[in-house]
């Protein structure tokens, strides 16, 4: 672990507010060191290097953290475990829920969930199409899974009534909107500002129609 990603963790985490103990930072670190030694025979991430992961893989995922609401929150196409794992670490009263259908990506996950003693976290190897819970989220939340389009029609019988769906997007995200006109979904954008990262971030912040 190279010496500056504890100090641009301490500084991006004072940035967001985020006030973590230096036991949460040392997990969320172990994690990472995790992500990067599984990364070349699983493929988990694009991003290479530990620092760039501190800031596009921890700060922005919990840059969402006072937007989550109370309750269980699923991670759908959950991955290396973002943002779900990082959020876990974050709220370790709050349980998370993290789903993926790839065999490789949920082993990475049971790993993390065991070695990091995650008792806050549940993995579940599944299509979300064909997931069936035995009672419904209150949130669902995403990052990089699917257009927003998509992700309704693929989450919205996973969600509970009143509850929402978090999608965490970039720029781009406006182009998505207009596909959602006619589906009864409300939306709300939430500009995110990551510490260290040049791109604007955004939650979409979906309501669907009882």
Request: proline share 5%; aromatic share 4%.
């Amino acid at each position: 672990m190279p010496e500056s990603a504890p100090v641009l963790l301490q500084q991006g985490l004072r940035r967001l507010g985020v006030c973590l103990a230096d036991a949460q930072q040392d997990t969320l670190l172990a994690y990472l060191d995790l992500v990067h030694r599984w990364n070349k025979a699983y493929n988990l991430t694009a991003v290479r290097g530990l620092d760039t992961m501190v800031t596009r893989h921890l700060l922005d995922s919990l840059a969402v953290i006072d937007l989550l609401p109370s309750g269980v929150v699923l991670d759908v196409g959950s991955g290396a475990g973002l943002p779900g794992v990082p959020l876990a670490v974050a709220r370790p009263d709050q349980t998370f829920h993290l789903l993926d259908s790839n065999g490789k990506k949920t082993r990475f996950l049971y790993h993390v969930k065991t070695q990091l003693a995650l008792d806050n976290v549940e993995v579940l190897e599944q299509r979300v199409e064909s997931y069936r819970p035995s009672s419904r989220y209150p949130t669902i939340i995403s990052r990089a899974f699917a257009s927003l389009d998509t992700m309704v029609s693929s989450c919205a019988h996973l969600l509970a009534p009143q509850g929402v769906m978090l999608a965490m997007k970039a720029i781009g995200v406006h182009d998505e909107l207009p596909a959602l006109e006619d589906r009864g979904v409300s939306v709300a954008l939430q500009e995110l500002q990551v510490p260290g990262l040049d791109e604007t971030r955004y939650l979409a912040q979906l309501a669907l129609s009882q």
